[in-house]
């Protein structure tokens, strides 16, 4: 049971379409990822939030545009995405500032782009 | 070389077998090491962090050598459920956005 909420779970969009992907956490974590992993890959980091502000953006195509608009909150809007943007999508957050920060992930959103 | 490397597996056991496995860093300023789970189509969860000294959760054991650069992953008396792909993950300055993943090691626990 995940502590870190997103939102769709499945989400199928054409090439045309605008969509967002959502994420909550409720425990005080200042620091929120988005990762994309494909079948059979680990996670690939694109984008990191640390009090609010992107702090890390892994030259992720500005088709994926993130956007922090409080410390529990953190969307990823998606528009005119390509077939090979298909995969699971996967929120995370962690505290900020320790020494061996774990990540929490969110169940993540698997997405279909057709 | 990659910076974190795993033997993908499959590893095929038997319930209540142990099995170990094993993940190399190349990073010698690594600080700090995890192991994750991850089940098909799911999210990976912390399994357990590694430290020096080895640390021990039921049955699950992590161990780390920072001369070999290296940890370890020792599960014992098998179940069914610990079928999954166990990834290590190692963070390089103390900061949660630098983590490394290893490409995972598939565990197959089978009757």
């Known amino acids: 049971d995940t502590e870190v909420t997103q939102t769709p779970k499945h989400l199928v969009m054409g090439m045309t379409n605008k969509k967002s992907l959502k994420c909550e956490q409720h425990?005080?974590?200042?620091?929120m990822y988005w990762y994309k992993q494909k079948a059979k890959k680990p996670p690939e980091l694109m984008f990191v939030y640390s009090y609010e502000k992107l702090s890390i953006n892994e030259s992720v195509p500005s088709r994926f545009s993130p956007e922090c608009p409080n410390s529990s909150l953190l969307n990823l809007h998606l528009h005119a995405l390509q077939p090979e943007d298909s995969a699971l999508y996967l929120c995370?957050?962690?505290?900020?500032?320790?020494?061996?920060?774990?990540?929490?992930f969110g169940s993540g959103t698997q997405l279909s782009v057709l | 070389r990659k910076e974190v490397e795993q033997d993908p597996g499959p590893f095929n056991v038997p319930e209540g077998a142990t099995v170990a496995f094993n993940c190399t860093y190349s990073?010698?300023?690594?600080?700090?090491f995890f192991w994750y789970r991850q089940d098909c189509r799911k999210e990976p969860k912390l399994l357990m962090s590694?430290?020096?000294s080895g640390n021990e959760d039921g049955r699950f054991t992590a161990q780390l050598n920072r001369a070999s650069q290296y940890i370890s992953l020792l599960i014992r008396d098998s179940k069914l459920s610990d079928s999954a792909t166990y990834l290590c993950?190692?963070?390089?300055?103390?900061?949660?956005?630098?983590?490394?993943f290893g490409t995972g090691t598939r565990l197959q626990v089978t009757l």
């Open positions: 590694v430290y020096s």
């Open positions: 993950v190692v963070n390089r300055t103390g900061t949660a956005s630098k983590l490394t």
């Open positions: 995370a957050s962690s505290q900020v500032g320790t020494v061996s920060e774990k990540l929490f």
């Open positions: 990073n010698s300023a690594s600080q700090s």
């Open positions: 425990m005080g974590h200042r620091a």
